[in-house]
């Protein structure tokens, strides 16, 4: 042991920490990390619905392709589909795109295939007479499935959609690798040009993640509560 | 559209496919010392979580809720950078004989892991219905013996699927090792890019071994659902 804890250092960075140059410079920090995950949040939300309708079609040659991709982004890393971004978007758009938005589509493609899986389970829960009865009500079966089966599944999928978001902020630390200046990126900075408190560096950032993750844990147990009393009913 | 040639060449023989081999005999190896010493922590801590014991209970809690709510990143940049201040002499000093970015790994991916498998172990125990126990208690097994030849041996075959998902888990976030130097899969991949400047051939071949081992994992994942959970669907 090499004697104390000093945290002198968390305080006089704080505002590095927490919004990182911004508003002189670029947003950064626990900012980033933020405005990161809600931004991959809102889009997977769509990627995952999109992508976990499709994976349900009753046409093959939908399904097949759409399940194959959903499983092959669910057999890599994370780190391995943001190295992919990396390299491919350049290459497909003809020009270089920021780090930004590297990550986030690195993020959004990654999480939608795990919010496919989410939406799926959530369509299948719902019993098959609701879609017999639409169907017999003269609704075709799009519209069955958009009016009828996915607004209860919904409700079934919020939870599950919170765990998702909760996995989504940590996993902008990856952000960090292809250079992005978020939370992870700024303690690592902060850590190389301090030098002697890579303890307390990491210790802070750790509990500011655990507290905006758990928070958020917390609110999907809550809410998982409260679904479940309604359905009782 | 892309002005590439590409040379598969590369990643099949060579200098490079050497390299990626050995990167994927440490993803393996971390994977594998990893998941060991993740299950028997996570039975430990499914166990504390569901004792009578109140502090017992609170331990695990907190463990469960600290770890599984931040990023697995910043806890390998933890046990590598900084837990030198927190740990006694003793351990500093026998990790600094080691391979210590290879340990701090490996520590770092299994207290992560374990507070999954923990979940994954407790869910497996209380899947199984109480009359289970009760039944066991009234034929006249003592708490322990009911648990070692009633209710485990059942929640153990229910608890297989996800423990190989973690399994999986662990593989796949064993990439995140290459932050702080530990020489597995992506990392080489990386290094071929840097070295060769094929990058698509480099992370394609990383990419296809990730899902071999994944999609592999998963099908006999399947067939022992199809088999040994329910039987008599198939």
């Known amino acids: 042991m090499d004697g104390m804890l000093d945290f002198q250092v968390i305080l006089d960075n704080f505002t590095y920490f927490m919004i ?61 589909v943001i190295f992919w971004m990396y390299f491919l978007l350049p290459a497909l758009m003809g020009k270089t795109v920021p780090e930004n938005n590297t990550v986030i589509m690195g993020l959004t493609l990654f999480t939608s295939a795990y919010m496919s899986q989410i939406v799926r ?84 950032i750790a509990a500011v993640y655990f507290v905006l993750c758990f928070t958020f844990t917390s609110f999907s147990r809550w809410l998982e509560g409260r679904l479940a009393w309604r359905k009782a009913i | 559209m892309l002005k590439y040639n590409f040379d598969w060449s590369i990643v099949t023989s060579g200098k490079y496919f050497e390299w990626l081999v050995s990167g994927l005999k440490i993803t393996l190896e971390i994977s594998a010392i990893g998941i060991v010493l993740a299950f028997i922590l996570g039975l430990l801590i499914a166990v504390m979580k569901m004792s009578h014991f109140r502090p017992l209970r609170w331990v695990a809690s907190a463990y469960l809720e600290f770890f599984r709510n931040t990023p697995l990143l910043i806890q390998i940049f933890f046990w590598y950078f900084g837990s030198y201040k927190i740990l006694p002499t003793v351990v500093n000093d026998y ?50 013996r009911s648990m070692q030849y009633i209710i485990l041996p059942q929640a153990v ?32 991949a990386r290094q071929v890019e840097s070295y060769s400047f094929k990058g698509f051939e480099a992370f ?31």
Not at chain 1, 30 to 51: K, P
Not at chain 1, 73 to 79: A, F, H, K, V
């Open chain 2, 95 to 144: 990790l600094n004989n080691t391979n210590f970015e290879f340990a701090a790994a490996v520590i770092a991916l299994t207290i992560y892991t374990s507070a999954f498998i923990a979940e994954d172990i407790r869910s497996g125990i209380l899947s199984i219905p109480k009359e289970q126990m009760e039944a066991a208690r009234s034929a006249g097994f003592s708490y322990l």
């Open chain 1, 20 to 80: 990182g140059r911004y508003p002189s410079g670029p947003l950064g920090g626990l900012g980033l990390t933020i405005y990161l995950a809600v931004v991959s949040c809102i889009l997977s939300f769509f990627g995952g619905l999109i992508l976990g309708l499709l994976s349900l079609s009753r046409i093959a040659l939908i399904r097949y392709p759409v399940n194959m991709f959903i499983n092959t982004l669910r057999g890599l890393p994370l780190l391995m």
């Open chain 2, 204 to 234: 394609t071949a990383a990419t296809l071994v990730y899902l071999v081992l994944s999609v592999s994992l998963t099908a006999l994942m399947d067939l022992y659902n199809k088999r040994v959970l329910n039987p008599q669907r198939s």
């Open chain 1, 121 to 204: 389970a959530g369509i299948e829960g719902i019993p098959k007479g609701q879609v017999e009865a639409a169907l017999s009500t003269g609704l075709k079966h799009w519209q069955a499935m958009l009016y009828i089966v996915l607004p209860q599944g919904m409700r079934n999928m919020i939870p599950s959609f919170v765990n998702q978001f909760v996995s989504l902020i940590k996993d902008t630390s990856l952000a960090f690798i292809v250079g992005v200046s978020e939370l992870t990126h700024v303690g690592t900075q902060i850590n190389n040009r301090t030098m002697a408190f890579p303890t307390e560096i990491f210790i802070f």
């Open chain 2, 157 to 188: 075959r229910i608890t297989v699927p996800p423990l190989v998902n973690q399994f999986l888990n662990l593989m796949k976030n064993s990439s995140l090792a290459m932050t702080i130097g530990v020489m597995e899969l992506t990392y080489q």
